[in-house]
């Protein structure tokens, strides 16, 4: 069974399931074999130019290998205005409720936003969180509004958020390199130490999440 990395700024190790991140302004992506996600990343808002980039995704969401929109989202850390990511973000979710594609979602210190967003749209498709690192209540909660985790080192390495890990039920959970230079192999063992279970099952139920979420005749992946 192949692990799954679900999100990855770079592409490393063939025998695994990747999920490239495409910049929207690095838009077209023209590997056709290669899983990709895409989107307008909250930090870049300021410096694209909106339309052509919207036009840009909404050109790859045809491409058979973009799988998920993202990484957009919400980012109350840095200096740009909330609402002008807001606008970026809403428009973007009306995308992937378009192309029924999910979302892999940057957030930071902006889960009652999200939370808010998701339940006003009323949407359904999966709200993956990548990059994951919120605490024991932001996690119960998000976990009581549907979202899905993806998880890499950083939250795996904090002994402070080892609890919040370990309540994410399996049947919500990724595992992701991101942009770190560490590979998903260390991901995994490392997430089945914590969790003090067998590396083959979590590999298993990582594997099934991706075939519930992203599975259909379309993908070419599997
Ligand atoms: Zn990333």
Redesign the pocket.
């Known amino acids: 069974m192949k692990k799954i990395d679900l999100?990855t700024?770079q592409i490393t190790e063939e025998e695994y399931i990747q999920v490239l991140?495409v910049f929207a302004q690095d838009l077209p992506f023209s590997e056709n074999g290669q899983l990709f996600s895409t989107g307008l990343h909250p930090w870049h808002i300021k410096n694209v130019k909106h339309q052509e980039s919207l036009q840009a995704i909404e050109t790859a969401m045809r491409q058979k290998n973009m799988i998920a929109l993202g990484?957009c989202g919400l980012d109350r850390s840095i200096a740009k205005d909330i609402s002008n990511q807001l606008s970026y973000f809403e428009e973007q979710i009306r995308l992937a409720e378009n192309y029924s594609k999910p979302l892999i979602i940057?957030c930071v210190r902006a889960y009652p936003d999200l939370i808010k967003l998701k339940r006003d749209l009323k949407s359904d498709l999966p709200w993956i969180i990548?990059?994951y690192c919120g605490n024991l209540e932001t996690t119960r909660s998000l976990i009581r509004h549907g979202f899905y985790f993806s998880v890499g080192e950083s939250f795996l390495k904090d002994e402070r958020k080892r609890a919040s890990f370990q309540e994410i039920p399996i049947d919500r959970l990724f595992l992701e390199t991101?942009?770190k230079e560490v590979s998903i192999q260390y991901i995994y063992s490392t997430a089945a130490q914590i969790l003090t279970a067998d590396e083959e099952m979590i590999t298993e139920a990582i594997y099934s999440n991706f075939k519930t979420i992203f599975g259909n005749d379309k993908l070419i992946c599997f």
Do not use: I, R, T
Request: proline share 0%; glycine share 12%; charged share 35%.
């Open positions: 999100h700024h991140n990484e940057h990548h990059g991101d942009d």
